[in-house]
């Protein structure tokens, strides 16, 4: 079997970006041929976007666990798979070989389909940061259930909501959560959740995490240590088609709830792997740390795939980048020889706050890429990182890609683009054809260019559809211009075809590296009796890249602001979690509306961000005077 291509030079990423728009099937296939196919594939690619309808690989038969566990056996058994950092630096860390890691995947496994878990079976996550985690999800796609992990800080009802969403048939979580110098509950949100309907979920497997105590349902409830008792080491690996579903992600968007964003099998597998060896460069002895979470993409994709597939020892942190002190990144990355880093920009900005001798002091001299993931990074932030934690030596990869793209689109390849310049993402992998277009979807052919991005031909890990709701995927990406995906954001070219991305274009915001929906939270605020109405937008924030400044009409006189404002906190924190909370709320008398009723968000987000001199003709309002009212209260502090 020939290994995945690594592009070594820029001429070899010349090469492979050229054959993979010249002929995608042909390219896209000699990388598939470095996996274990039990059946190899009838055709590459078969698509369109106006369904969308994609396919790879169809005909092909696999098992993508087969192909991070079982292929790495005899070459590198012993090789550190995992490596896991608990939350408190006391606690002993654990490391799984490959071969120790595939016989935990294969007794839970086995475990699960005692539970009576079936292909095609919904399971959902709501852990902490552990080895059964990840565990726990590769044993789903090993029987080829449909893992859904939805992170742990969301609320019972945003679980609950998640749940029913996708009819799952078990819940996998731990009893509690350590996080810095915190004890989370875990299982009692669980509980909390099914309470609310949840009607498909037969089985809850429970992690002794922190021992603390918890609700017991007789017959539903069961013991992750039980679950695995006796459980054998081996596990035959389902046989999945190449474009059945391999997992479900929920993410916000502009309108609605939340969507379960689906992937499949064979096309993942081959992007997350194609895209990690090429933007990471592994060799074989490197320790890779990913510092995101398991519940969004970059976890799935950049912890848990994209390493494992290529052989490579990934660090997985149950902590937080600030707890026991601000050098912890930098002491854990010193303990395990970390020579891959990946990180968000809002960690960076946070850890730059606490002063550089939290990262001076410490040894790091085994780094050898950085990267940046989730949002747009500042200047700033991004000459800290080079010289600070890179100490200059580092190139750093600055990844710009989407839930819904599976894997990394464009990103800068470390030591092979060169020169870097900072905050872009600079170019399109091999398989990704980026087009930009003006509003009315006119393509803009200059090379120096600012306009909305697009993508114009399907790359392996797309998305496939969003779960129960294909026209919804349809509307959301593929409606706004004809034979285009649009991803939302806005970006800028420059006169070498370098992108920069700029941010997004629609109602959704990135708040510390997390996707909301302003309409997610304004339905959540709504939800306090005493709201009216309200309109949140996102607004500059020195830490969080965006906060959320939330403008609301009470249903009566509030003689007590701070109160209400806390009030409307705890809703927002029960209905979404506490990542939704807004950071300022202003109680306004009125919205600033169009004379057909739509809430002027544009206005509402230059005031927030303090541009007041800068909010055009407000004389088409319908109301234009709570404008200036807005304004005034705004400046006398009547905010919090
Ligand atoms: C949105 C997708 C991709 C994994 C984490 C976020 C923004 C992401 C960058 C970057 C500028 C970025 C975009 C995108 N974004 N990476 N390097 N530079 N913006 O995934 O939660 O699906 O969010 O994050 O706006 O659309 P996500």
Not at 128 to 144: H, K, S, T, Y
Not at 405 to 410: D, E, H, K, L, Y
Not at 434 to 453: K, Q, R, S, Y
Request: overall charge negative; some cysteine.
């Amino acid at each position: 079997m020939k290994p995945l291509t690594r592009i070594r030079s820029h001429r070899d990423y010349l090469d492979a970006y050229a054959k993979s728009v010249e002929d995608p099937s042909a390219f896209w296939a000699e990388q598939a041929e470095s996996f274990i196919w039990r059946k190899p594939w009838d055709t590459v690619l078969d698509w369109n976007f106006s369904d969308p309808d994609v396919r790879w690989f169809e005909g092909g038969t696999l098992n993508i666990t087969e192909n991070c566990l079982d292929r790495h056996l005899s070459q590198r058994g012993d090789k550190p798979a995992l490596i896991w950092e608990p939350n408190n630096p006391e606690e002993a860390h654990r490391t799984l070989s490959f071969r120790e890691l595939h016989a935990e995947v294969c007794r839970t496994a086995e475990a699960l389909r005692a539970k009576g878990i079936q292909k095609g079976d919904r399971v959902c996550f709501y852990m902490p940061m552990v080895p059964e985690l990840a565990i726990g999800v590769l044993a789903c796609a090993r029987i080829g259930a449909v893992h859904s992990v939805v992170f742990a800080g969301f609320s019972a009802k945003a679980l609950a909501d998640r749940i029913e969403d996708a009819s799952c048939k078990a819940v996998l979580c731990s009893d509690g959560n350590f996080r810095g110098s915190k004890q989370i509950p875990v299982k009692d949100v669980v509980d909390e959740a099914l309470a609310k309907g949840c009607k498909s979920v037969e089985t809850v497997l429970v992690l002794q995490r922190t021992g603390q105590d918890i609700a017991w349902t007789e017959g539903r409830d069961i013991w992750w240590h039980d679950a695995l008792e006796g459980m054998p080491t081996e596990s035959a690996p389902e046989i999945m088609e190449s474009e059945d579903m391999l997992f479900v992600l929920y993410t916000s968007g502009s309108t609605g709830k939340p969507k379960g964003v689906v992937h499949t099998t064979g096309g993942y597998m081959v992007y997350s792997a194609y895209s990690f060896l090429n933007v990471f460069q592994p060799e074989e002895n490197d320790v890779y740390w990913c510092t995101a979470d398991i519940g969004w993409i970059t976890g799935h994709s950049y912890i848990i795939y994209g390493p494992l597939l290529n052989g490579t020892t990934t660090v997985m942190f149950e902590g937080v980048p600030t707890w026991p002190d601000a050098g912890r990144f930098w002491e854990v990355c010193d303990k395990h020889k970390v020579n891959l880093f990946y990180t968000a920009p809002t960690a960076i900005r946070a850890l730059m706050a606490k002063g550089s001798e939290w990262v001076d002091k410490h040894d790091l001299s085994d780094l050898r890429v950085l990267g940046s993931v989730g949002e747009p990074i500042n200047e700033e932030a991004w000459h800290w990182y080079h010289e600070h934690v890179g100490r200059k030596r580092c190139p750093i990869v600055d990844t710009w890609w989407q839930t819904e793209t599976g894997g990394i689109m464009i990103s800068p390849l470390p030591g092979i683009t060169e020169p870097l310049k900072p905050c872009k993402a600079m170019q399109p992998l091999p398989g990704v054809q980026p087009i930009m277009v003006d509003v009315n979807g006119n393509e803009l052919t200059d090379t120096e260019a600012e306009g909305l991005l697009c993508i114009k031909h399907p790359w392996p890990s797309i998305l496939r559809t969003t779960y129960g709701d294909h026209e919804r995927c349809r509307q959301t990406y593929f409606s706004a211009f004809k034979n285009l995906y649009f991803t939302g954001d806005e970006c800028r070219r420059d006169a070498d075809g370098h992108y920069r991305i700029i941010g997004r274009v629609d109602d959704v915001i990135n708040v510390s590296g997390h996707r909301l929906g302003t309409a997610e939270i304004e339905d959540a605020i709504d939800e306090h009796a005493d709201v009216v109405e309200a309109a949140v937008v996102g607004y500059p924030h020195d830490i969080k890249g965006q906060g959320i400044y939330a403008y609301l009409i009470c249903a009566h006189h509030v003689d007590d602001h701070e109160q209400f404002k806390n009030d409307v906190l705890e809703t927002v924190t029960r209905v979404i979690g506490p990542i939704a909370k807004p950071d300022h709320m202003q109680i306004v008398s009125g919205l600033p509306k169009t004379r057909s009723g739509k809430i002027m968000r544009r206005i509402l987000r230059k005031i927030a961000s303090g541009e007041t001199d800068r909010l055009g003709d407000t004389s088409t309002l319908l109301n234009p005077e709570v404008v200036q009212e807005i304004i005034e209260d705004s400046l006398h502090g009547k905010v919090s």
